[in-house]
């Protein structure tokens, strides 16, 4: 069912009792071409990009939850590409392209809201680095630019110039960046999918890696062997544990990311700004919530919750940024558990067993990655080869000494 | 364990005391072991749901690193010891 | 005048009238009242407008979970949004106002948003506003942002201050109702330490609002008593105003005290919110139980309460919403409010109950109404009437507010926030918390043991089970006897069918029933995709009022029981919870510590202008009068350094001691070069690389005695670096005998550098300086003229004769002086960090501007310094990785502008010179740059794949986000004296 004006004008009148399921709720069936292990945002977009871009339509998404119960449900909705490493870039602006015509594209309004990202600076080396990584941007044909402490003072006034340990100096700033209603991507993907007849498969937990001869024929579920050709991965926060069901060790530890949101308010916020002299991260929803979060809480953990000095910490970067937050009030703290890698940046690949294909280690940014992730994910699946734009992104980088590690901080998970 | 910690020095301290490493099960290889298992070691993990050790240092206390072993879906914490322990550096 | 105080009754001080205004028009109240109590007595029950619809509403309850009367409380700087009338303390010149309406409460132009909900039904925002795709951000958007939201802020700074405590007890109780003070007083009887937090500012829970006699006395009477022997424990703390939000790990609870929320005067000697880390051996939960709503037809109209709200008005503060009440139940507890309606001489306009086999009957003279049910209300801004069908026979019945009791649910969210999840009862009807994990259990109603005598009973039962697990005797707790208790037993009843109007089943967000319909049908029966698709639960209470109905009412569609449904999850905050009381005091220049060296004071003498470095200020440069910038100052600061000499302030850096017999096969096997044949009393330039063979810090090494060294480490990394070697000591060769202490705040250290470095340090210092006797890298104690030990090393930065003087903290300012004086005659000058920053560059050296941690020791042409040799290192055996050691990796390179009259600056890229700007063009970047007085030129360091096979190369450094494009010549990275003639001079 198409979704239009029309389609909500004719729906009124009959009560909104004719609209139909946004996707079936298929049985499994005995074998598929692909079976992706994972009904987040990634996984999702795998199959619709599939069906649609690479014509495989025999494809099973199995989800032990439910569609988007992972992490594209529980994020900042952060959606950028503001990259300083050539290994990251072009696939985040790959990534960001395909968000400007995402809803066009699935008939979906996933509310991608371009509203501009603005990373602050607080002294001449942070400026620094921010000038090399807008001009990798640049490069690439991004947009970015570089705003003192003047003309930041007009655009966000309320931002803490005078009274903060770290003075503000001046911004980053993308305007092709913004925000979009993470739900909406999963469900959005979904429903494109299933309309290109890929199964949806539910409350279908993977048990196990069913290998002949070494290579991979299908999986055990909890609704019973599925068997396939091609198995792809894409099990943010429980990465490690589905890849251990085929013997598979990998470079990433889980930790958990707290997020939260305020009480509604009437507009305030009109950017994503970012603290420098923290981690500390703002955006308002449309709905007026100020959805907002700062660094992981440190150690591993599979609990999707977090603890309270963090979340304190994250409030006093946000005092100290927006003074102005202080007689806000916090609704809601929620915990989701990343796939934190050895170089903070992502895994699209490969894997040394055959017919077995990985995408992991998103790290905490793994949202605005949606559309990219599934489209190079499916071009390795159906093409046997890495996108141009994903060549980077491999298992065996680590090894070969070829690390992607924007923050600069080595192989420490919790430090990116 | 994401609250308090209790130091085997120091006693029952919080959490923000503590400077985190992360996965204490890997040993470092000898010198001249294979490329595969230097590899294992500086970028491999096990990461599994469970039980796991892990490094903590108390910073804002005696600076020992401490082995904290613990649950990482419960976050129950089994035992904490001093990471010298029993290897010749105890204090 | 439908709504108004009683002549007598309740717990409000008659004899004290309180001030207070709303929407611009004052009333009066009492001490005692809250906000929507004093409300309702000044007939106001239109408060709020709805989130989407912007329908009309009014209070609903007289609590923590009410979902409609937000407020905007205080004004200027002190305004709170979102603000819960049913909590909100009056006092007096309190002023609120009411959100989410434009032009007034009354007449609300949003609310044509309510003719338009049939195109507005859930999701119905993810299936248009697509087209064209430009008008998102400019149309849709807006639009949809100004009609969303509630409270409105400008963020204006906060004029009012927060702190923190911690709080550690043997109990802790979180409510004071009949449960918590039972488990109280037998806690604190027994000896325990006990620590009781109530939300409300008045301590008794229940018992304040409860008619039944207790002991035969009032029961607000035995809560009063109770709390005065609990106060009189010494080992009771009571913290009224105190809601417990949240329940961490280590059984540590999150709580928010309200210190200063009710009194126009602020006292700014304390916090107005003080937020309560408590470490609790044990916890009750003894929150009570929640009344659910009942979903019909126009059940949102203002003066439709709950029961147990307009109960609690009426016993409690002496209030009722209207003189003729409508009271809806599916259970026993609408018989009660009937009945405290009557005894106030309130008229009750009915009694109508679902359960056509209800055995309770009505108080005499009101009209009961069994197998009845409401399908619809009348009215605009309040009710009027309800309709009633029974047996599909309409009638309307004229009433000005309705009392609506949908059975119970314990409060057990707390003990639901760390992974323990509700179990369904289908006796109670209800979600309980029963193995949510050890330290926390509820009591009382909380844990779905609704009666007086039970929740007394079940309190102090808990509160002894606790006492004797801590190995103590346990006092007795003897319940009051109870009048007339009711057992508030209910058939649940999840949404009335045949509703003739919107139902609600969350008032906030207007999430009703054929929402719930619309996302079943549309695939979100999920529970979590139903609040995800609808907004259902996720407005300011959380769904603490309608969530149960949604599970019920989403079970009854799919045809399964509430069990199968489940709930969402429960989190943190259990009532929201300022930024200001979470972030305490670390906030503004407090949000960081702020260091000075040693030195600061002379720097301050000297005129230096400082700059943030981490958490230290240091001293950047130091004009001079008629200097017109800081570029003519640090020139001049560089060109003295060079033809005469400068003194710096290097106290920042990080400095540790190294002892012990293996000191130097420690250090040895710590940095990529050879450390063990150091000889004493010299110094040599140190690569610390991380395991993974990347450059993690530089510094020095000085031997000082065999088994005593002093290493150096940059500014920025002091504090890592100790760790780092900490691990290395204790973790990868605990065998080794080698111990550390960080020194770096015991020393001022100043860098003297310049040609004539020599003849002024010699005017101070006691020993011979002469390059024999202190060549190039010497480093050891030497004594001061007046006796003082101090540490003088022979090291350059600057690619000068340079020494780094290091003296005990306390004596900085005053060598520094000697020094400045003795070195007047040769023209000594202060200057800072950044002729500091030039000088090096002029030099080649590397800071962390270069290594960046993505950086080898070959990257930074430092390769020579890996000691291939060793056994042994941090860092060694993944550095021959293959992308480590690939010939295009970018190496550090000098650039020398071609163009006087072009700056190059940091964070340029390099391109060849005529190549399209991209990704796969891109051949480096620019790490640090200046202006260079000594060359007269602009210089920069930079990095270039194979860039040391590139000098002499014209390359274009770009800079396209500044707008500048510059040629520049690649070269050496050593500009200056590349023999070190200056330098061993």
Same mark, same amino acid.
């Given at each position: 069912?198409?979704?239009?004006?029309?389609?909500?004008?004719?729906?009124?009148?009959?009560?909104?009792?004719?609209?139909?399921?946004?996707?079936?709720?298929?049985?499994?069936?005995?074998?598929?071409?692909?079976?992706?292990?994972?009904?987040?945002?990634?996984?999702?977009?795998?199959?619709?990009?599939?069906?649609?871009?690479?014509?495989?339509?025999?494809?099973?998404?199995?989800?032990?939850?439910?569609?988007?119960?992972?992490?594209?449900?529980?994020?900042?909705?952060?959606?950028?590409?503001?990259?300083?490493?050539?290994?990251?870039?072009?696939?985040?602006?790959?990534?960001?392209?395909?968000?400007?015509?995402?809803?066009?594209?699935?008939?979906?309004?996933?509310?991608?809201?371009?509203?501009?990202?603005?990373?602050?600076?607080?002294?001449?080396?942070?400026?620094?680095?921010?000038?090399?990584?807008?001009?990798?941007?640049?490069?690439?044909?991004?947009?970015?630019?570089?705003?003192?402490?003047?003309?930041?003072?007009?655009?966000?006034?309320?931002?803490?110039?005078?009274?903060?340990?770290?003075?503000?100096?001046?911004?980053?700033?993308?305007?092709?960046?913004?925000?979009?209603?993470?739900?909406?991507?999963?469900?959005?993907?979904?429903?494109?999918?299933?309309?290109?007849?890929?199964?949806?498969?539910?409350?279908?937990?993977?048990?196990?890696?069913?290998?002949?001869?070494?290579?991979?024929?299908?999986?055990?579920?909890?609704?019973?062997?599925?068997?396939?050709?091609?198995?792809?991965?894409?099990?943010?926060?429980?990465?490690?544990?589905?890849?251990?069901?085929?013997?598979?060790?990998?470079?990433?530890?889980?930790?958990?990311?707290?997020?939260?949101?305020?009480?509604?308010?009437?507009?305030?916020?009109?950017?994503?700004?970012?603290?420098?002299?923290?981690?500390?991260?703002?955006?308002?929803?449309?709905?007026?919530?100020?959805?907002?979060?700062?660094?992981?809480?440190?150690?591993?953990?599979?609990?999707?919750?977090?603890?309270?000095?963090?979340?304190?910490?994250?409030?006093?970067?946000?005092?100290?940024?927006?003074?102005?937050?202080?007689?806000?009030?916090?609704?809601?703290?929620?915990?989701?558990?990343?796939?934190?890698?050895?170089?903070?940046?992502?895994?699209?690949?490969?894997?040394?067993?055959?017919?077995?294909?990985?995408?992991?280690?998103?790290?905490?940014?793994?949202?605005?990655?949606?559309?990219?992730?599934?489209?190079?994910?499916?071009?390795?699946?159906?093409?046997?080869?890495?996108?141009?734009?994903?060549?980077?992104?491999?298992?065996?980088?680590?090894?070969?000494?070829?690390?992607?590690?924007?923050?600069?901080?080595?192989?420490?998970?919790?430090?990116? | 364990?994401?609250?308090?910690?209790?130091?085997?020095?120091?006693?029952?301290?919080?959490?923000?005391?503590?400077?985190?490493?992360?996965?204490?099960?890997?040993?470092?290889?000898?010198?001249?072991?294979?490329?595969?298992?230097?590899?294992?070691?500086?970028?491999?993990?096990?990461?599994?749901?469970?039980?796991?050790?892990?490094?903590?240092?108390?910073?804002?206390?005696?600076?020992?690193?401490?082995?904290?072993?613990?649950?990482?879906?419960?976050?129950?914490?089994?035992?904490?010891?001093?990471?010298?322990?029993?290897?010749?550096?105890?204090? | 005048?439908?709504?108004?105080?009683?002549?007598?009754?309740?717990?409000?001080?008659?004899?004290?009238?309180?001030?207070?205004?709303?929407?611009?028009?004052?009333?009066?109240?009492?001490?005692?009242?809250?906000?929507?109590?004093?409300?309702?007595?000044?007939?106001?029950?239109?408060?709020?407008?709805?989130?989407?619809?912007?329908?009309?509403?009014?209070?609903?309850?007289?609590?923590?979970?009410?979902?409609?009367?937000?407020?905007?409380?205080?004004?200027?700087?002190?305004?709170?949004?979102?603000?819960?009338?049913?909590?909100?303390?009056?006092?007096?010149?309190?002023?609120?106002?009411?959100?989410?309406?434009?032009?007034?409460?009354?007449?609300?132009?949003?609310?044509?948003?309510?003719?338009?909900?049939?195109?507005?039904?859930?999701?119905?925002?993810?299936?248009?506003?697509?087209?064209?795709?430009?008008?998102?951000?400019?149309?849709?958007?807006?639009?949809?942002?100004?009609?969303?939201?509630?409270?409105?802020?400008?963020?204006?700074?906060?004029?009012?201050?927060?702190?923190?405590?911690?709080?550690?007890?043997?109990?802790?109780?979180?409510?004071?109702?009949?449960?918590?003070?039972?488990?109280?007083?037998?806690?604190?009887?027994?000896?325990?330490?006990?620590?009781?937090?109530?939300?409300?500012?008045?301590?008794?829970?229940?018992?304040?609002?409860?008619?039944?006699?207790?002991?035969?006395?009032?029961?607000?009477?035995?809560?009063?008593?109770?709390?005065?022997?609990?106060?009189?424990?010494?080992?009771?703390?009571?913290?009224?105003?105190?809601?417990?939000?949240?329940?961490?790990?280590?059984?540590?609870?999150?709580?928010?005290?309200?210190?200063?929320?009710?009194?126009?005067?602020?006292?700014?000697?304390?916090?107005?919110?003080?937020?309560?880390?408590?470490?609790?051996?044990?916890?009750?939960?003894?929150?009570?139980?929640?009344?659910?709503?009942?979903?019909?037809?126009?059940?949102?109209?203002?003066?439709?309460?709950?029961?147990?709200?307009?109960?609690?008005?009426?016993?409690?503060?002496?209030?009722?919403? /209207?003189?003729?009440?409508?009271?809806?139940?599916?259970?026993?507890?609408?018989?009660?409010?009937?009945?405290?309606?009557?005894?106030?001489?309130?008229?009750?306009?009915?009694?109508?109950?679902?359960?056509?086999?209800?055995?309770?009957?009505?108080?005499?003279?009101?009209?009961?109404?069994?197998?009845?049910?409401?399908?619809?209300?009348?009215?605009?801004?309040?009710?009027?009437?309800?309709?009633?069908?029974?047996?599909?026979?309409?009638?309307?019945?004229?009433?000005?507010?309705?009392?609506?009791?949908?059975?119970?649910?314990?409060?057990?969210?707390?003990?639901?926030?760390?992974?323990?999840?509700?179990?369904?009862?289908?006796?109670?009807? #209800?979600?309980?918390?029963?193995?949510?994990?050890?330290?926390?259990?509820?009591?009382?109603?909380?844990?779905?043991?609704?009666?007086?005598?039970?929740?007394?009973?079940?309190?102090?039962?808990?509160?002894?089970?606790?006492?004797?697990?801590?190995?103590?005797?346990?006092?007795?707790?003897?319940?009051?006897?109870?009048?007339?208790?009711?057992?508030?037993?209910?058939?649940?009843?999840?949404?009335?069918?045949?509703?003739?109007?919107?139902?609600?089943?969350?008032?906030?967000?207007?999430?009703?029933?054929?929402?719930?319909?619309?996302?079943?049908?549309?695939?979100?029966?999920?529970?979590?995709?139903?609040?995800?698709?609808?907004?259902?639960?996720?407005?300011?209470?959380?769904?603490?009022?309608?969530?149960?109905?949604?599970?019920?009412?989403?079970?009854?569609?799919?045809?399964?029981?509430?069990?199968?449904?489940?709930?969402?999850?429960?989190?943190?905050?259990?009532?929201?919870?300022?930024?200001?009381?979470?972030?305490?005091?670390?906030?503004?220049?407090?949000?960081?510590?702020?260091?000075?060296?040693?030195?600061?004071?002379?720097?301050?003498?000297?005129?230096?202008?400082?700059?943030?470095?981490?958490?230290?200020?240091?001293?950047?440069?130091?004009?001079?009068?008629?200097?017109?910038?800081?570029?003519?100052?640090?020139?001049?600061?560089?060109?003295?350094?060079?033809?005469?000499?400068?003194?710096?302030?290097?106290?920042?850096?990080?400095?540790?001691?190294?002892?012990?017999?293996?000191?130097?096969?420690?250090?040895?096997?710590?940095?990529?070069?050879?450390?063990?044949?150091?000889?004493?009393?010299?110094?040599?330039?140190?690569?610390?690389?991380?395991?993974?063979?990347?450059?993690?810090?530089?510094?020095?090494?000085?031997?000082?005695?065999?088994?005593?060294?002093?290493?150096?480490?940059?500014?920025?990394?002091?504090?890592?670096?100790?760790?780092?070697?900490?691990?290395?000591?204790?973790?990868?060769?605990?065998?080794?005998?080698?111990?550390?202490?960080?020194?770096?705040?015991?020393?001022?250290?100043?860098?003297?550098? /310049?040609?004539?470095?020599?003849?002024?340090?010699?005017?101070?210092?006691?020993?011979?300086?002469?390059?024999?006797?202190?060549?190039?890298?010497?480093?050891?104690?030497?004594?001061?003229?007046?006796?003082?030990?101090?540490?003088?090393?022979?090291?350059?930065?600057?690619?000068?004769?340079?020494?780094?003087?290091?003296?005990?903290?306390?004596?900085?300012?005053?060598?520094?002086?000697?020094?400045?004086?003795?070195?007047?005659?040769?023209?000594?000058?202060?200057?800072?960090?950044?002729?500091?920053?030039?000088?090096?560059?002029?030099?080649?050296?590397?800071?962390?501007?270069?290594?960046?941690?993505?950086?080898?020791?070959?990257? #930074?042409?430092?390769?020579?310094?890996?000691?291939?040799?060793?056994?042994?290192?941090?860092?060694?055996?993944?550095?021959?990785?293959?992308?480590?050691?690939?010939?295009?990796?970018?190496?550090?390179?000098?650039?020398?502008?071609?163009?006087?009259?072009?700056?190059?600056?940091?964070?340029?890229?390099?391109?060849?010179?005529?190549?399209?700007?991209?990704?796969?063009?891109?051949?480096?970047?620019?790490?640090?740059?200046?202006?260079?007085?000594?060359?007269?030129?602009?210089?920069?360091?930079?990095?270039?794949?194979?860039?040391?096979?590139?000098?002499?190369?014209?390359?274009?450094?770009?800079?396209?986000?500044?707008?500048?494009?510059?040629?520049?010549?690649?070269?050496?990275?050593?500009?200056?004296?590349?023999?070190?003639?200056?330098?061993?001079?």
């Amino acid at each position: 069912m198409r979704y239009s004006a029309l389609s909500i004008f004719k729906q009124a009148f009959a009560g909104n009792l004719g609209w139909t399921p946004a996707w079936r709720e298929p049985a499994p069936k005995s074998h598929y071409d692909v079976i992706i292990v994972g009904g987040g945002g990634h996984g999702l977009a795998t199959a619709y990009y599939l069906a649609r871009e690479f014509g495989i339509r025999n494809i099973a998404v199995v989800e032990k939850g439910y569609l988007g119960s992972g992490n594209v449900g529980r994020n900042t909705t952060i959606v950028r590409s503001n990259y300083m490493l050539p290994g990251n870039e072009p696939f985040y602006e790959f990534s960001l392209k395909l968000w400007e015509g995402l809803e066009q594209e699935l008939n979906y309004n996933v509310m991608f809201s371009q509203r501009g990202i603005i990373n602050l600076y607080h002294n001449d080396g942070q400026r620094d680095q921010y000038i090399r990584r807008g001009n990798a941007m640049m490069m690439e044909g991004v947009g970015a630019e570089l705003l003192d402490r003047e003309s930041l003072k007009k655009m966000l006034p309320f931002l803490n110039f005078e009274h903060a340990r770290f003075p503000i100096m001046g911004g980053l700033l993308q305007k092709r960046a913004g925000t979009a209603r993470h739900d909406a991507v999963a469900w959005g993907f979904a429903r494109g999918a299933d309309r290109l007849g890929v199964d949806l498969i539910q409350n279908c937990e993977v048990t196990g890696i069913r290998r002949e001869n070494g290579a991979v024929t299908g999986v055990e579920t909890t609704r019973g062997f599925i068997g396939c050709n091609k198995l792809a991965l894409a099990a943010a926060g429980n990465t490690s544990r589905v890849g251990e069901m085929a013997g598979l060790k990998l470079p990433i530890e889980s930790h958990v990311l707290q997020a939260f949101v305020t009480e509604g308010l009437k507009p305030c916020i009109d950017h994503v700004i970012t603290y420098g002299a923290g981690h500390f991260y703002i955006s308002q929803s449309d709905k007026g919530g100020l959805v907002f979060g700062a660094e992981i809480d440190g150690y591993s953990s599979y609990a999707q919750r977090g603890n309270l000095a963090t979340a304190e910490h994250v409030m006093e970067e946000g005092v100290t940024m927006i003074p102005g937050l202080s007689r806000v009030r916090v609704l809601r703290a929620w915990g989701g558990v990343m796939d934190m890698s050895m170089d903070g940046s992502p895994i699209i690949d490969r894997t040394p067993i055959e017919n077995l294909y990985l995408n992991c280690g998103w790290c905490y940014g793994g949202f605005k990655a949606t559309p990219a992730s599934g489209f190079c994910f499916a071009h390795l699946i159906a093409k046997g080869e890495s996108h141009h734009v994903a060549r980077a992104l491999r298992l065996d980088r680590f090894e070969r000494g070829f690390p992607i590690d924007e923050a600069g901080v080595g192989t420490q998970p919790n430090l990116h | 364990m994401a609250s308090l910690i209790s130091c085997p020095h120091c006693g029952t301290r919080a959490k923000e005391e503590f400077f985190i490493r992360g996965d204490a099960t890997p040993v470092r290889p000898a010198p001249m072991a294979g490329d595969d298992m230097w590899n294992d070691y500086v970028h491999v993990r096990a990461n599994p749901r469970g039980r796991i050790r892990e490094y903590w240092q108390h910073v804002a206390g005696c600076r020992r690193w401490l082995v904290v072993e613990r649950d990482n879906f419960t976050h129950e914490v089994f035992s904490v010891s001093d990471a010298a322990a029993g290897r010749g550096g105890e204090r | 005048m439908t709504a108004y105080r009683l002549a007598t009754g309740g717990l409000v001080d008659r004899s004290h009238a309180v001030r207070f205004s709303f929407d611009g028009a004052a009333f009066t109240g009492h001490a005692g009242d809250t906000l929507a109590s004093a409300l309702i007595a000044n007939d106001r029950l239109l408060v709020a407008r709805s989130f989407k619809y912007h329908r009309p509403r009014g209070i609903v309850t007289a609590g923590p979970s009410e979902p409609n009367a937000l407020v905007t409380i205080g004004t200027g700087e002190r305004r709170d949004p979102n603000t819960k009338a049913t909590v909100a303390e009056l006092y007096d010149g309190l002023e609120a106002v009411s959100q989410n309406r434009w032009p007034s409460l009354a007449y609300d132009i949003g609310a044509v948003n309510d003719l338009m909900s049939r195109f507005l039904s859930a999701g119905f925002y993810y299936k248009t506003f697509m087209w064209p795709a430009a008008f998102w951000e400019k149309v849709y958007e807006p639009l949809i942002r100004r009609a969303a939201g509630l409270g409105r802020t400008s963020l204006p700074r906060d004029p009012d201050s927060y702190e923190k405590s911690w709080a550690h007890c043997d109990l802790l109780v979180v409510g004071s109702g009949p449960a918590g003070l039972a488990a109280a007083l037998t806690a604190a009887r027994s000896g325990l330490r006990v620590l009781l937090a109530e939300q409300d500012f008045v301590l008794g829970g229940a018992l304040l609002a409860e008619t039944t006699k207790l002991d035969g006395e009032a029961s607000y009477v035995f809560a009063r008593r109770a709390i005065d022997e609990l106060q009189n424990h010494a080992n009771v703390t009571l913290l009224p105003r105190t809601t417990v939000f949240g329940w961490y790990d280590d059984n540590v609870f999150g709580a928010v005290e309200r210190v200063q929320k009710h009194g126009v005067t602020i006292d700014p000697g304390k916090p107005v919110e003080r937020l309560w880390r408590i470490v609790a051996k044990h916890a009750i939960l003894a929150t009570g139980a929640e009344e659910r709503p009942l979903v019909f037809g126009g059940n949102d109209r203002p003066g439709i309460l709950t029961a147990s709200a307009v109960s609690t008005y009426a016993n409690r503060f002496g209030v009722v919403a /209207g003189k003729s009440v409508a009271v809806f139940t599916n259970g026993a507890s609408g018989y009660r409010t009937a009945q405290d309606l009557v005894a106030h001489g309130i008229e009750v306009a009915a009694l109508i109950d679902s359960r056509a086999d209800a055995a309770e009957s009505a108080p005499a003279g009101v009209r009961l109404v069994r197998g009845g049910s409401v399908v619809d209300t009348k009215g605009r801004q309040r009710v009027r009437a309800v309709v009633t069908d029974r047996g599909g026979f309409e009638e309307l019945i004229a009433c000005d507010a309705v009392a609506m009791s949908g059975g119970w649910s314990p409060v057990i969210h707390l003990a639901c926030q760390r992974g323990g999840k509700p179990v369904w009862s289908e006796a109670l009807q #209800a979600f309980l918390a029963l193995e949510v994990g050890a330290g926390l259990v509820t009591a009382g109603a909380a844990a779905g043991h609704y009666r007086l005598s039970e929740c007394f009973e079940d309190g102090a039962r808990k509160a002894s089970a606790i006492v004797e697990s801590l190995g103590r005797p346990v006092a007795g707790f003897e319940r009051p006897s109870i009048g007339e208790e009711i057992d508030p037993s209910f058939t649940a009843l999840w949404h009335v069918p045949g509703a003739k109007s919107k139902a609600f089943v969350d008032f906030q967000n207007d999430v009703h029933t054929k929402d719930l319909g619309l996302a079943v049908r549309e695939g979100f029966g999920h529970v979590e995709h139903a609040k995800r698709y609808t907004t259902g639960g996720m407005a300011t209470d959380q769904g603490k009022l309608g969530n149960i109905n949604a599970i019920g009412i989403l079970a009854t569609m799919r045809g399964v029981s509430p069990a199968d449904v489940g709930t969402t999850t429960f989190r943190p905050f259990y009532t929201p919870v300022s930024f200001g009381a979470l972030a305490g005091t670390s906030v503004g220049e407090h949000n960081m510590p702020t260091r000075r060296s040693p030195l600061h004071g002379w720097a301050a003498r000297n005129g230096a202008v400082f700059i943030d470095a981490g958490l230290w200020y240091r001293s950047s440069w130091f004009p001079k009068v008629g200097e017109k910038n800081w570029r003519e100052s640090v020139d001049r600061e560089v060109r003295n350094v060079r033809e005469n000499a400068g003194l710096c302030d290097v106290s920042t850096l990080g400095k540790i001691e190294v002892f012990g017999p293996d000191a130097a096969e420690f250090l040895n096997r710590l940095y990529c070069n050879p450390v063990l044949k150091l000889p004493v009393g010299k110094a040599r330039y140190g690569l610390m690389l991380r395991e993974d063979g990347m450059v993690y810090d530089d510094g020095t090494v000085s031997r000082l005695a065999e088994e005593h060294f002093l290493v150096t480490t940059t500014t920025a990394l002091a504090g890592g670096v100790l760790s780092h070697i900490e691990f290395a000591a204790q973790v990868l060769w605990p065998e080794l005998r080698v111990r550390f202490l960080s020194v770096s705040d015991q020393w001022a250290q100043m860098s003297i550098a /310049g040609p004539k470095a020599r003849a002024i340090l010699q005017a101070v210092v006691e020993d011979d300086l002469s390059p024999a006797a202190f060549p190039f890298l010497a480093a050891r104690e030497v004594r001061l003229k007046g006796n003082l030990k101090a540490r003088l090393f022979r090291i350059s930065f600057s690619g000068e004769l340079a020494y780094e003087l290091a003296v005990p903290a306390g004596y900085g300012e005053a060598v520094a002086d000697a020094l400045m004086r003795a070195g007047q005659p040769h023209g000594l000058c202060a200057y800072g960090v950044e002729a500091l920053n030039v000088l090096r560059i002029e030099k080649g050296h590397v800071t962390h501007a270069e290594l960046d941690g993505r950086v080898t020791p070959d990257d #930074a042409g430092l390769g020579r310094m890996m000691g291939s040799a060793k056994p042994d290192f941090i860092g060694k055996r993944l550095s021959t990785r293959f992308g480590l050691t690939a010939a295009d990796r970018a190496q550090l390179v000098g650039l020398r502008a071609l163009e006087a009259d072009k700056d190059m600056r940091a964070g340029a890229h390099l391109l060849k010179d005529g190549a399209k700007p991209s990704t796969l063009n891109d051949q480096g970047w620019v790490s640090s740059a200046c202006f260079s007085p000594t060359l007269g030129s602009h210089i920069a360091l930079g990095f270039l794949k194979s860039g040391r096979e590139r000098y002499g190369e014209k390359i274009l450094v770009w800079d396209q986000l500044r707008g500048v494009e510059a040629m520049a010549e690649v070269c050496d990275p050593v500009f200056v004296d590349p023999e070190n003639r200056k330098l061993m001079a």
